[in-house]
């Protein structure tokens, strides 16, 4: 099997209720998380031994997180502007990540916070830090 390599994901945002379509093409790293919620099920047991801690999941959280270059093209900068007035309203916007051509990975409406980043000795940057919404819009999608 080859190796993936981090250039080869794709990161789109668009227009909630839909799969994002527009690609963002000077985003630097990407990370999906993907993790489960759990409720105990920890019984005190016959009080003769110190029970196990148990669990059963009880939700599913898909974080996505990158940064992106600030104003190096056209297409970024369209981005850029998109994904900051979406941070500034909390308006929802769609946002697919895939892990390469042909996988599946995070796609989902949700709301957005951004850090924007200005080294003295490098180029600017945003973080933006992705939160899914309600199931109301369209189901997300979560493939580890």
């Known amino acids: 099997m ?11 945002y668009g227009t909630k209720g839909s799969t994002a379509a527009i ?11 993907l993790s489960v919620e759990t409720g105990s099920t920890t019984a005190a047991g016959d ?6 801690n148990t669990g059963e999941a009880t939700a599913l959280t ?21 994904l900051q007035a979406a941070a500034a309203t909390g308006n929802p916007i769609a946002l697919r990540f895939i892990r390469s051509t042909g996988k599946t990975g995070f796609d ?10 200005a ?3 490098g180029e600017q940057t945003m973080d933006v830090a992705v939160e899914m919404l309600s199931r ?9």
């Open 2 to 12: 080859s190796k993936t390599m981090g250039y080869q994901g794709l990161l789109y």
């Open 23 to 33: 690609l963002i093409v000077d985003r630097v790293d990407a990370n999906f998380d």
């Open 47 to 52: 009080g003769t031994a110190v029970p196990f």
């Open 62 to 82: 898909g974080k996505v997180t990158f940064n992106i270059i600030v104003g190096s093209t056209g297409a970024n900068d369209t981005a850029i502007v998109a």
């Open 108 to 117: 989902a409406d949700c709301v957005i916070s951004t850090k924007q980043g």
């Open 119 to 121: 080294p003295l000795k």
């Open 136 to 144: 109301s819009l369209r189901p997300p999608v979560l493939n580890g």
